[in-house]
């Protein structure tokens, strides 16, 4: 198991807005039992920032950066714990598979990637702490939401959709972004609050008929099985697996997407035949035990953000590669240690890896 992490005796004398203003200034101590809460609180905080802009006023140039500062932010709480793999689930699968994921697990733990915090499943909670416990069912159409404008979107940018909803529905609405206010809005209004992510109009016209569908036949709320959640316009097996696992607690299926389905067929996971990603998550699921199936998901899409990204993989501060995990390792970057031309380089990815390349200077 990952180790635990060393805790101040000082954090129990500061105040929580003090402790709040001391993450956000860099320079946080805290304690286990208080982490969670006030790493919702601090990113509150940042989204609190973001919501005194006009709806229109957010520019992607400026988003990007606060994106950064929020993950910034996190790095300064605590690590990112995943479960590593049972030695008894190791015997199954494709040989090293558990070592390959248990690589993942350690240098995920050394990183936030825009996952962690901007992900769909933790955006409603980033946006709203507590979302998720105080008010499940607006938490489930938020994430419904999210997952649905994320396909060729990167999650900073969904992010700032997300954002701008929040802040246009708060002041419509009195219950805020939920399914009765966004149902009030054209397929127009709605495509001016969600302009920056992909494919944006059509994803308008989804959402727009998606509300009228949850209020008509799910008594206002999302569906709880997987057949109702893909009849839903615009909402695939990825999208709808994910929000089972994070919406109802319902684990019955991995959401795979491109990072995934990449990664899995990198590492020989999946038969060449896995040519889509629903063909990978058939694969995947045959062999993977079921209590990993909600865990890989942010840990490959983290690692794939930052570390093995298309088409520019950073073999020199991955584990995989110097331990010879990876067949696909770039040699002529793993030849001595990480120059600082590459430092200045790996220090533009879209999060702190600072921890990853002292280990290889
Ligand atoms: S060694 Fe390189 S190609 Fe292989 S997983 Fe790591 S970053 Fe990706």
Redesign the pocket.
Known sequence: MPSKRVISPSIGVLTKKKKISNILNGSAVTDEASLTEIKKEAKTEEARKNCNADDTSIKSGDSIDTARVKVEVESELSPNIFPKVDPGDSLKGPANWAKIYNEIVEMRAKFFAPVDSQGCESMPNTITPGLKLSDPKKYRFQLLISLMLSSQTKDEVNYDAMINLNTGLGKKHAQGFCLEAMSQLSETEIDSYICKVGFHNRKAQYIARTCQILKSEFNGDIPNNIEDIVRLPGVGPKMGYLLLQAGWGINSGIGVDVHLHR?AS??HWVSPKATTPEKCRIELESWLPQNYWSDINPLIVG?GQV??VPRA???DI????RKK??S???KK?LKGPVSEDRKSKLMKQRADLTNLINEYL
């Open positions: 990664l990198l590492w690692f570390i093995c993989s950073n073999c991955c584990a995989l590669g995990l990876c696909a390792a770039n970057l």
